[in-house]
């Protein structure tokens, strides 16, 4: 069982940057795709960002050139550098866990963490 800790949400003004970072327990995180996921009040839950265990990136289109998502395996630990926030941005940010092998899945998400922009 994979438990996913979620740290660096907070209050930030437009324009400002903030780090999230989601970290894993177990043995097996490099085995793991991991993901920020977002949903702000009234909305769909929405991919942000996705790491792959073979180093590929993708990111929504809405965040490209502003968030990075990185990961240190060493660590157990996925970060989503958030930059130039912008006012469509504030929303409760979601680590995502995925495993696929052997016809079966593994599916964990972490709790959650707010962010908030405002001037």
């Known amino acids: 069982q994979v438990q996913l800790v979620e740290s660096g949400g907070g209050l930030v003004q437009p324009g400002g940057s903030l780090r999230l970072s989601c970290t894993a327990s177990g043995s097996m995180f490099t085995s793991y795709a991991m993901s920020w996921y977002r949903q702000a009040p009234g909305k769909q839950r929405e991919l942000v960002a996705r790491?792959?265990?073979?180093?590929?990136?993708n990111y929504a289109d809405s965040v490209k050139g502003r968030f990075t998502i990185s990961r240190d395996n060493a660590k157990n630990t996925v970060y989503l550098q958030m930059n130039s926030l912008k006012p469509e941005d504030p929303a409760v940010y979601y680590c995502?866990?995925?495993?696929?092998?052997?016809?079966?899945?593994?599916?964990?998400w972490g709790q959650g963490t707010q962010v908030t922009v405002s001037s």
């Open positions: 790491s792959t265990t073979g180093g590929s990136t």
């Open positions: 995502y866990a995925y495993r696929y092998s052997g016809g079966k899945s593994w599916l964990y």
